[in-house]
Every structure is written in C-alpha cells, then in structure tokens.
C-alpha cells in the first residue's frame, strides 16, 4: 500500500515510445503542460518546487530571476556570453570552469525548512512521505548520495559550452553516459528500498540521469534512446517489486530534445485515475493528495504479511501433495 513517484527529469512523452518502453508508459500515460522560465526554457530549479507545491513559480519564490544556485543560473549564461567577447580563450575556460565547480554544488540545495519558513504547504506535510534527491527540497542538508557526488565531480565530463547546440559538451560522452546512468539506477534503487521496506506512503524520489544524457546527446542521438532503453528495464523493476495495492507515478518536469529543453512533460501511472485530471505541472500535487487520500497506503507490516502468506502457500502445497486438497 504505497505509493511510489518517480521525477524523471527530462521526461519527453515525444521520446516515450508505449511499444518499445511499456514501463515509461505504464498502463495510461499522457503529455502535460510545463511552465517557462525568465529564461525562456522550463527550469528544472523552478518546476519541482512547483510540482511538489501545486504553486506557480511566482508563488512558491524559488525562481531563476532571484536565485544565484541553478544549473540554467542566468549568471552561467551572462558570464559564458559575455566571457565570448572579452576574455581571451584561457581565461574564458577557467572563468567557466570556476562558474561550474562553484554553482553546481549549491545546485538545487533549498532545505525543506523553505517551504514551512513562508507557510507553503506540500505534498509531503499530510502524509508519511520518503523523499529522495528532489530538486530544492532538501530534508538533511547534510545528507549526500551517490548521484550528488557524480553530479558534483563531473570535471570536463559536462561543461558549458555557448557554442554547442544544447550549450554543454562533454570530453567523453561515453563515459559521461555511464556516470548519468548510475545516477539513475542509484535514485530508483533507493526508491525501492523504501518500498520494499514499507515504511511510507508516499515515496518519491528524483532522478536527474536522463536530463544530463540529453543535454550532450544532441549530436549523438543514439546515446539518448540507449538512456530511454535503460530507464525503462530499471523502471520495470522498480515496478515489480509493487504489489496489488501499490501504485507508480512517474512525473517529469519539461522534455528534451536535440540537446534543449522542450515545452512538454509527461506524467505516467499504473491507474488512470492517479493521473485523469492532471493537465499541467501544477496538478500533480493535488492528483497525490487525492490518491492518498482516497486509497489507503499507509505502511503495512509487509514483512510479516509476506510471511504469512508463503506460509499459506507452503501449507496448501503440503495439503495438496496430502490429497486433502
Ligand atoms: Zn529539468
């Protein structure tokens, strides 16, 4: 009896395709409207507060324009233009490098004090929730997991870059793929523990893995099915560890393509009627809250339960092979 989200950053129901990755289209999914930023692309460091909160940009503060912290920092974007016309090509590197370095490790890194701070309620006040690497709702600031320190060590990997398509190049793609991945697999991993364990009702855990592939894949748009290939199999088990009373949400922010963030997200669920009335990102809080509070998933004692029905099965067995049954 839980209920497990998972934020799939960069999601692009254009890129979902139902044949080839049953478990990103799960029994009903569909396209969802996303917002924009001042910058003029959704921003990952706006739209999971906003999914989380059900508020506009605007309302929940955690916008482009006031903050100093995100990847898509208009200061990342000023400093790389402006470095193009006056700063000769060493220093422009190092300027990059510096900007780089000291930006991502404050990425996304707003507590979850924030919200209670400026009375902004989220999906998470009402109910048992496990929340896992979402974007500024940071519950242990000190608290940081495999995807952190990739993500915070990614040296010539994924740097800035005005001049490629999607304003990111990597040194090696390849191997940058790998790391990405791992990220995925170390967020859905964890997803799993907690449901296995049965300790919440609410599970939602974050994932930035197939945003970053998309942001160097633009001229090597196999490396982005490949990341659509494998979030799928890791999806799938994360799938088969629910059991009839447990549900999957998978959510995204924006989509992704030819290295740029598009004007789409998706959401997708094993029950159309987690998902029926969400339009847009600001839905999806409400859509939680409903399901929450419509079924029951609070944590059962599914150790004991598994027990207790193996026993049955060993029982009826031993009555069977009896000629009792
Ligand atoms: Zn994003």
Known sequence: MVLVVLG?????????????HPNLALDTHHAIATINSVEGEPSTHELWPTIITGLEPAEHGLTLDDDGVAWENPLLNVGSRLADYVLPDSVQSRLGAWILTNTTADAFRTPASYYAER???????????????????VVDP??????????????DLFERDPDAKGGHTSADPVEFYEQCLEMVMIR?????????????ELVFAYTSGLDLVGHIAYDNLGLQREAYDELDDFVGEVRADLDDTDEL????????????????????????DIIERIESVLDVRAAIEGELTGVDHRPDDRAVE???SDQGDAVREQLEDLGYM
Do not use: C, K
């Open 8 to 20: 799939i950053d960069a999601l692009d129901p254009e890129l979902v395709e139902p044949a080839r």
């Open 119 to 137: 009375g902004i309620e989220t999906v998470f006040d009402a109910f048992d929730a496990t929340t896992i690497g979402i974007p500024n709702y």
């Open 142 to 155: 000190d608290e940081t997991d495999r995807e952190h320190q990739l993500r915070q060590n990614m040296g």
């Open 188 to 200: 859905l991993a964890r997803a799993r523990r907690h449901l296995r364990g049965g300790d919440s």
């Open 249 to 272: 949400l998978l959510v995204s922010d924006h989509g992704l393509q030819d290295g740029v963030h598009t004007h789409e997200a998706m959401v997708a669920a094993t029950d159309e």
């Open 306 to 308: 598994r027990t207790g």
